[in-house]
């Protein structure tokens, strides 16, 4: 266990960020049907549900790019940027027909909240979308800052919007912990020399006790117990 979880474990814990997409919620049913709609109007055949959660992480563009790459087609600069438009628009309409909250993440949020934390969501997805979704699940309002691929920063894996996200909490990276599902995660907060958290059950090509996080849960409820009752007790 590194010395950043010992030490928020001792309660100097004062922010909790979260990823969205396989962390918070369950999107990939959403973005497979978005994806494989994209793929039709190309005549190619769609990618299986768990294809498409092994594409999910990096942002959109990356997204679009692996799934025309996984049927061997390279994109030009202007077909990427046509596709990439596309896909856009066809996910905007499909948002929240089929994701759905993971289990815990309500508790989860409130529970930091009634123990006095910030928190916010750090996400490569685009910020917009990211405000629908949570919107939707009642969670927006629970939340300090919500900052996406399109936000002004580099993404994940770069640490920029994880030290934005602590900068408008007025928190330092060694007072907040980074929540994810993958390697991007963990590697962003890394950069950040910041305590990760990963939860079980999102979108990772690599089996969680792999990805070098600090802690592994299975859902995100165990948080509160774990972490988030020390800082009650200040
Ligand atoms: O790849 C995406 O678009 C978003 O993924 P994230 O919420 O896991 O950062
Ligand atoms: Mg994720």
């Known amino acids: 266990m590194s010395l950043a979880v010992k030490d928020i474990e001792g309660s100097s814990l004062r922010a909790v960020f979260f990823d969205l997409d396989g962390t918070l919620v369950d999107s990939a049913p959403d973005i497979a049907a978005a994806v494989n709609e994209l793929m039709a109007g190309f005549?190619?055949?769609?990618?299986?549900?768990?294809a498409v959660r092994g594409m999910i992480g990096n942002g959109i563009g990356a997204l679009v790019e692996r799934a025309f790459a996984?049927?061997?087609?390279?994109?030009s600069r202007q077909e990427f940027r046509e596709r990439h438009a596309t896909m856009i628009d066809i996910y905007a309409d499909n948002l929240t027909r089929l994701t759905t909250l993971r289990p815990g993440a309500a508790q989860a949020l409130s529970a930091a909240r009634k123990a006095g934390l910030r928190t916010g969501v750090v996400t490569n997805k685009?910020?917009?979308?990211?405000?629908?979704?949570?919107?939707?699940?009642?969670?927006?309002?629970?939340?300090?800052?919500v900052i996406g691929g399109d936000s002004g920063y580099p993404k994940k894996p770069s640490p920029e919007?994880?030290?934005?996200?602590?900068?408008?909490?007025?928190?330092?990276?060694?007072e907040a912990m980074l929540v994810?599902?993958?390697?991007?995660?963990v590697l962003?907060?890394?950069?950040a020399d910041m305590a990760c958290t990963i939860v079980r059950g999102g979108y990772t090509s690599v089996a969680p006790e792999g990805l070098g996080?600090?802690?592994?849960?299975?859902?995100?409820d165990e948080l509160e117990a774990r972490f988030f009752a020390a800082c009650k007790a200040q």
């Not at 994810?180 to 995660?185: I, L, P, R, T």
């Open 70 to 75: 996984t049927h061997g087609v390279a994109l």
């Open 126 to 145: 685009p910020e917009g979308f990211s405000r629908i979704i949570l919107s939707r699940f009642d969670l927006l309002a629970e939340l300090d800052v």
């Open 188 to 191: 962003t907060a890394r950069a």
């Open 213 to 220: 996080a600090d802690v592994v849960i299975d859902r995100l």
């Open 161 to 174: 919007m994880l030290l934005a996200a602590c900068r408008s909490c007025g928190c330092d990276a060694h």
């Open 43 to 50: 005549g190619l055949a769609p990618h299986s549900l768990e």
């Open 180 to 185: 994810g599902d993958s390697a991007a995660d």
